[in-house]
């Protein structure tokens, strides 16, 4: 049976009707009683005042079964509250009650009541420090109450004394209770104080120490919660403060240092900017007490500086000695170069003379490149046009633009472009004319070619393949001709191969084959049996089939006459 989406929460909410209707008749029947107590007392039978503390705590105890249907952690804490406030009272009733026969019974009663309460209240209010401090002040109000009641009965002065005496005594253990980390929150309250009265002594005669001061703060306010971890926060601000002492001790020597660089640096290259900036940032970080980014501003500004002063110079000479070695050289592709020269400038006005210096020194040795490549280029044009001048026909005329192409790429100052024409000319005519004399060699025997071709239907393959190659030979296909030719006498000598050793296999299956038949003569075995025919069949088969070039077929054949043999040598022995 499938039970609807919705089943456990109308279960649920049955249940609860239920208990709140009975909720609801004990709070009914809580309330009639009370008014049936107080009854008499309003046609003067009785005095009223006596009845209205049991009809108060009626009135209560109806009240008290609403929390009972949500008991949650609020309806406990509340019922608990209530009867931290209620045992003592009930206990005077008890004490008010003394006496023998009936008045015996009711003290009786009374007093598991009042057990009951307290039970349920020390046990409800025990889980915390915070729950434990509530449960004193309810069972403080509680015991007050119960000692006014106590007092205005009239009782023995030892029965009262008594009586307040266990009811404060059992609640001052809560008043005076201290958490598992009382004591350490008492060595972190002596450990803050002794940190902030040490921070305001450094902070009157040193910078910088705002980082360590937000730490003592952050430990103040996490401390009293986490008394390990604010002990943690106190020593890192502790350690903070004697780091930056220490830098400031420091930062005066790295300040002087840096500034020296600077000035040096200036004095060098008078336009360059970057050293300064970086130093005057530094005197402002120290200025706001950042004694960390000051010393890293300080430290940079030097590294700039130093970098300056080595190169500087170096890069501006190299510089020029690539402008002198362009304007005096004629070379081609110069914009290459001028590009060079561009890039080494870009890089000293960003001030990063060592990687202009770089680029600049790149330059002689660039232009060196391009004056080689255009004597590699003369040399390849020259080879082309022998290589081109040593073709036939319409290979020559086929590739004379080409050359042509190279010749103006020259002339043009593209030397790395004619070089590559040139070279691609000169490879591709070289190997044409290569593969053209090795097809007209190999047409020429052509008729031993031809005689080492199977038989039978076979041959007929490999005359088309031949047939491909003179195809491709007419019209000039010269690589590709060789490359069908090539393909051709490969596969060819991996035919003869395969014959060779399929005619080995077979003459050797004739030879076993004779041997037998003499001895099934002598064994009464007549040319007519049955698988002696077969085996005669198969091997004649074989033979057939390899004279046809069928060299699978033939492979076939001899392995049915070796199985045929094998029976035939069986009926024998």
Same mark, same amino acid.
Request: hydrophobic share 45%; proline share 3%.
């Given at each position: 049976m499938v039970l609807p989406p919705d089943h456990a929460d109308r279960v649920i909410a049955q249940h609860r009707s239920r208990v709140e209707k009975v909720s609801m008749m004990g709070t009914l029947v809580l309330i009639s009683s009370a008014g049936w107590w107080l009854l008499?007392?309003?046609?003067?039978?009785?005095? %009223?005042?006596?009845?209205?503390?049991?009809?108060? /705590?009626?009135?209560?105890?109806?009240?008290?079964?609403?929390?009972?249907?949500?008991?949650?952690?609020?309806?406990?804490?509340?019922?608990?509250?209530?009867?931290? %406030?209620?045992?003592?009272?009930?206990?005077?009733?008890?004490? +008010?009650?003394?006496?023998?026969? &009936?008045?015996?019974?009711?003290? =009786?009663?009374?007093?598991?009541?009042?057990?009951? %309460?307290?039970?349920?209240? #020390?046990?409800?209010?025990?889980?915390?420090?915070?729950?434990? #401090?509530?449960?004193?002040?309810s069972g403080l109000a509680g015991s007050a109450i119960g000692i006014a009641i106590v007092i205005s009965l009239d009782l023995e002065l030892l029965i009262a004394g008594v009586f307040a005496f266990c009811s404060v005594g059992i609640v001052i253990p809560?008043?005076?209770?201290?958490?598992?980390?009382?004591?350490?929150?008492?060595?972190?309250?002596?450990?803050? +104080?002794?940190?902030?009265?040490?921070?305001?002594? %450094?902070?009157?005669?040193?910078?910088?120490?705002?980082?360590?001061?937000?730490?003592?703060?952050?430990?103040?306010?996490?401390?009293?919660?986490?008394?390990?971890?604010?002990?943690?926060?106190?020593?890192?601000?502790?350690?903070?403060?004697?780091?930056?002492?220490?830098?400031?001790? &420091?930062?005066?020597?790295?300040?002087?240092?840096?500034?020296?660089?600077?000035?040096?640096?200036?004095?060098?290259?008078?336009?360059?900017?970057?050293? #300064?900036?970086?130093?005057?940032?530094? &005197?402002?970080?120290?200025? *706001?007490?950042?004694?960390?980014?000051?010393?890293?501003?300080?430290?940079?500004?030097?590294? #700039? /500086?130093?970098?300056?002063? !080595? *190169?500087?110079?170096? =890069?501006?000479?190299?510089?020029?000695?690539?402008?002198?070695?362009?304007?005096?050289?004629?070379?081609?592709?110069?914009?290459?170069?001028?590009?060079?020269?561009?890039?080494?400038?870009?890089?000293?006005?960003?001030?990063?003379?060592? !990687? =202009?210096? *770089?680029?600049?020194?790149?330059?002689?040795? *660039?232009?060196?490149?391009?004056?080689a490549s255009k004597e590699d280029a003369e040399v390849a044009i020259a080879d082309a046009r022998l290589a081109l001048n040593s073709a036939e026909g319409e290979l020559r005329l086929a590739n004379t633009e080409r050359l042509e192409e190279a010749e103006k790429a020259f002339s043009e100052g593209d030397s790395a472009l004619a070089k590559g024409l040139a070279d691609s000319l000169a490879r591709e005519v070289r190997e044409t004319t290569d593969a053209m004399q090795s097809v007209q060699r190999a047409l020429r025997q052509k008729n031993q070619i031809i005689s080492e071709f199977p038989s039978g239907d076979a041959k007929q393959i490999w005359e088309e393949r031949l047939l491909q190659v003179e195809t491709e030979a007419s019209t000039g296909e010269w690589k590709n001709a060789s490359n069908s030719l090539d393909s051709l006498t490969k596969d060819l000598a991996e035919y003869q191969s395969e014959v060779e050793d399929a005619n080995e296999l077979l003459q050797f299956v004739q030879s076993e084959w004779k041997e037998l038949r003499r001895r099934l003569d002598s064994s009464s075995i007549s040319a007519t049996d049955e698988f002696r025919i077969a085996t005669e069949a198969a091997v004649n088969d074989a033979s057939k089939a390899l004279d046809a070039g069928e060299i699978q077929d033939c492979l076939t054949f001899l392995g049915k006459a070796d199985e045929l043999l094998e029976g035939l040598r069986r009926r024998v022995v």
């Amino acid at each position: 049976m499938v039970l609807p989406p919705d089943h456990a929460d109308r279960v649920i909410a049955q249940h609860r009707s239920r208990v709140e209707k009975v909720s609801m008749m004990g709070t009914l029947v809580l309330i009639s009683s009370a008014g049936w107590w107080l009854l008499p007392a309003m046609d003067g039978s009785v005095e %009223l005042l006596p009845r209205m503390g049991p009809v108060i /705590a009626i009135f209560i105890s109806s009240l008290m079964l609403m929390d009972l249907i949500d008991y949650g952690p609020i309806e406990r804490s509340r019922i608990a509250i209530i009867c931290g %406030l209620s045992w003592p009272m009930v206990m005077a009733m008890a004490i +008010d009650s003394l006496g023998q026969g &009936d008045r015996a019974i009711a003290t =009786a009663i009374l007093v598991l009541v009042a057990a009951n %309460l307290f039970l349920y209240w #020390r046990n409800s209010l025990s889980s915390s420090l915070s729950t434990k #401090r509530l449960r004193a002040f309810s069972g403080l109000a509680g015991s007050a109450i119960g000692i006014a009641i106590v007092i205005s009965l009239d009782l023995e002065l030892l029965i009262a004394g008594v009586f307040a005496f266990c009811s404060v005594g059992i609640v001052i253990p809560d008043i005076l209770a201290k958490d598992d980390e009382h004591q350490e929150r008492k060595l972190f309250s002596i450990k803050l +104080d002794s940190a902030e009265a040490k921070m305001l002594e %450094l902070r009157s005669t040193n910078s910088g120490l705002e980082q360590a001061s937000s730490l003592i703060q952050q430990a103040r306010e996490v401390g009293w919660k986490d008394p390990p971890r604010g002990m943690v926060l106190i020593e890192e601000a502790e350690r903070e403060a004697e780091r930056i002492i220490e830098m400031a001790v &420091d930062i005066d020597d790295i300040r002087k240092e840096s500034l020296n660089s600077v000035t040096r640096a200036e004095s060098i290259a008078p336009i360059v900017e970057g050293p #300064r900036k970086a130093f005057d940032m530094g &005197d402002k970080e120290a200025s *706001h007490g950042s004694l960390r980014e000051a010393e890293t501003l300080y430290r940079l500004a030097k590294s #700039r /500086a130093e970098v300056i002063e !080595e *190169h500087w110079q170096q =890069a501006v000479d190299a510089i020029a000695s690539a402008e002198s070695a362009i304007s005096t050289k004629s070379i081609s592709n110069s914009d290459a170069v001028l590009g060079i020269l561009t890039a080494a400038k870009e890089a000293m006005d960003s001030e990063n003379p060592a !990687e =202009a210096l *770089h680029i600049a020194n790149a330059i002689p040795s *660039h232009i060196d490149s391009l004056e080689a490549s255009k004597e590699d280029a003369e040399v390849a044009i020259a080879d082309a046009r022998l290589a081109l001048n040593s073709a036939e026909g319409e290979l020559r005329l086929a590739n004379t633009e080409r050359l042509e192409e190279a010749e103006k790429a020259f002339s043009e100052g593209d030397s790395a472009l004619a070089k590559g024409l040139a070279d691609s000319l000169a490879r591709e005519v070289r190997e044409t004319t290569d593969a053209m004399q090795s097809v007209q060699r190999a047409l020429r025997q052509k008729n031993q070619i031809i005689s080492e071709f199977p038989s039978g239907d076979a041959k007929q393959i490999w005359e088309e393949r031949l047939l491909q190659v003179e195809t491709e030979a007419s019209t000039g296909e010269w690589k590709n001709a060789s490359n069908s030719l090539d393909s051709l006498t490969k596969d060819l000598a991996e035919y003869q191969s395969e014959v060779e050793d399929a005619n080995e296999l077979l003459q050797f299956v004739q030879s076993e084959w004779k041997e037998l038949r003499r001895r099934l003569d002598s064994s009464s075995i007549s040319a007519t049996d049955e698988f002696r025919i077969a085996t005669e069949a198969a091997v004649n088969d074989a033979s057939k089939a390899l004279d046809a070039g069928e060299i699978q077929d033939c492979l076939t054949f001899l392995g049915k006459a070796d199985e045929l043999l094998e029976g035939l040598r069986r009926r024998v022995v």
